[in-house]
């Protein structure tokens, strides 16, 4: 048998290791990737924020193209950013009343 | 949801017909739900049934297959989606769970339940109503998907009520993911306003917000200046110009006021990402001028933005996007109301929140520590951070602060010196260029 590891040594041979404390980090940085739109979309979540991409964006939000808050998202997506944040404010019923 | 009733869709399914409501007679399944999400009306959910592959003897209706799939009406592009058997809840056959429990796994659910009443059998209702001439199907790519519409909701206008507007500033000032940047293209909800207002407070992050281009910018300028809020976390942006619709196939489309914001945010992101050596973003070019253009197609002035327009806008702080060789922002202000302080300068107000909330992270994470370490290790973290700020530009040296960048200290409180410490932080910020005063002669 050989000698035990454990987390709190007792009277008996043995190895204590309590597992391995990290200090490689270095200090925490705000992150400065999140951005929200807040608007009046045709749909989407309407209890919390949720992410669009390229790719969803249409099935999302509902095609819009006449809404600035749209417009809003629309071109941060053209520009690269990989995704934005939505959180609607208002439902909507019909066309873009902007 | 607090704040909102969300509404109660029912899908009724009898041997002979499937509806959306009330207009199946003697339904033998009822599926009703309610959604996160509210649709305007342009969506329909697709219902179908198929029969489980390799059922040895009778179908049960743990073998039987519901499909619901919510679509675009337009695209057909998938909102979402849930299949589940028809069994009970706890069985899962075949991989497969019970529709009840495949429709909980998506969070856009707030509700959903179905019912079987007459408890029916499963052959000659679900895969008779698909296929009432041939054998069940066992492929969706072969079932037979029936067509509801998902009406729009009357009175899902009124989500603004306080309780809602609670949860959203609850959610952006101390949810898990925190906003560095919001946007708001509608400042005519004054509740909306304030209720971002309050998290750029409590979250030290930053309100950009978009005056309609339609409107005449000494218009515009003149609303703004009726709810204008001098803080140096908002910025404000106004594109008084025409281009073609993003969209556009002909370029002989109408041209239409398109908002500006979009670009200045998706730059701020792409800036923020090109971290140097330490990871420090270089905040302190502002997204203003020929560097960061605005490329829509087929640009042209809306509003002519003459001298004393210029002038008019400046002073309520609006920045607007003007044509200086090429379409740029075109100016770097914020809405701080001192014009001989850094923080009207919009990179300085960045690297000013920046810095603090970097420090702010690094005291709270050493909180609930021994104070010695608390102390040794909040200084020597909060130098290393802003050493780097240093190092990237992000702060100079000043006068006030004896020709250093900044001055950092950190002490037990002098009365609470068992508990709690004293920070005290200062900084000069880097600034930015926006006027210049030529004076000139010329010489014998």
Not at chain 2, 330 to 348: E, I, K
Request: glycine share 8%; charged share 20%; with cysteine.
């Amino acid at each position: 048998m050989t000698f035990q590891t454990t987390k709190i040594l007792g009277a008996a041979p043995g190895v204590q290791y309590q597992g391995v404390q990290d200090n490689s980090g270095g200090p925490p940085r705000p992150n400065l990737s999140i951005g929200v739109v807040v608007g009046d979309f045709k749909r989407g979540l309407i209890d919390r924020m949720f992410p669009v991409t390229k790719e969803t964006i249409r099935a999302r939000l509902g095609y819009d193209p006449d809404n600035r808050a749209y417009q809003v998202v629309q071109d941060a997506l053209d520009l690269g950013v990989p995704q934005v944040w939505v959180r609607r404010i208002r439902g909507r019923i019909g066309p873009s009343e902007e | 949801m607090d704040g909102y009733t969300l509404p109660t869709y029912s899908i009724n399914v009898s041997a002979t017909a499937v509806a959306m409501g009330a207009a199946v007679v003697d339904p033998v399944l009822t599926i009703s739900y309610s959604m996160n999400d509210v649709f305007n009306g342009e969506t329909r959910v697709d219902i179908a049934f198929t029969a489980r592959t390799g059922v040895v003897g009778a179908l049960t209706l743990k073998d039987i297959i519901c499909r619901l799939v919510w679509r675009d009406i337009d695209d057909g592009q998938v909102l979402y989606e849930v299949a589940g058997h028809l069994g009970a809840d706890d069985q899962i056959v075949g991989g497969i769970r019970n529709l009840y429990m495949a429709a909980m796994q998506n969070s856009v659910f707030d509700s959903f339940m179905f019912a079987l009443d007459p408890m029916p059998n499963p052959e000659q209702v679900f895969l008779s109503i698909d296929n009432p001439a041939g054998n069940p199907r066992s492929s969706w790519k072969n079932a037979n998907f029936f067509s509801l519409t998902q009406e729009g909701v009357e009175g899902a206008n009124n989500l603004v009520t306080d309780e809602y507007l609670s949860e959203i500033y609850e959610e952006f000032a101390g949810g898990t993911v925190r906003p560095t940047y919001m946007m708001l293209t509608d400042i005519s909800d004054l509740s909306v306003l304030n209720m971002l207002l309050g998290v750029v407070d409590r979250a030290n992050n930053h309100l950009m917000i978009e005056l309609d281009g339609s409107i005449p910018p000494l218009d515009a300028a003149n609303l703004y200046e009726s709810i204008y809020t001098p803080d140096q976390r908002v910025t404000t942006y106004y594109n008084g110009n025409k281009a073609l619709p993003r969209d556009a196939t002909n370029p002989n489309v109408p041209k239409v006021f398109r908002s500006c914001m979009g670009v200045q945010f998706g730059y701020r992101l792409l800036r923020n990402a090109a971290t140097d050596q330490n990871g420090v973003p270089p905040l302190q070019i502002p997204i203003a001028g020929y560097d960061f253009p605005i490329n829509y197609r087929g640009m042209e002035v809306g509003y002519k933005l003459t001298e004393a327009v210029l002038n008019r806008l400046a002073e309520v702080k609006i920045i607007p996007v003007r044509f200086e060789e090429r379409w740029i922002f075109g100016d770097v202000l914020t809405n701080y109301s001192r014009t001989d302080s850094q923080l009207y300068l919009s990179n300085a107000a960045e690297i000013e929140t920046y810095t603090a909330n970097g420090v702010i992270q690094i005291i709270r994470r050493n909180l609930l520590k021994p104070m010695g370490n608390h102390i040794r290790q909040s200084t020597d973290q909060c130098k290393e951070f802003l050493d780097q700020c240093v190092a990237a530009g992000l702060l100079v040296p000043s006068e006030e602060l004896d020709g250093l960048p900044y001055q950092l200290s950190i002490t037990p409180r002098a009365g609470r010196e068992f508990d709690a410490s004293d920070v005290i932080f200062n900084r000069r910020c880097e600034t930015a260029a926006r006027a210049s005063y030529l004076t000139t002669t010329v010489e014998r």
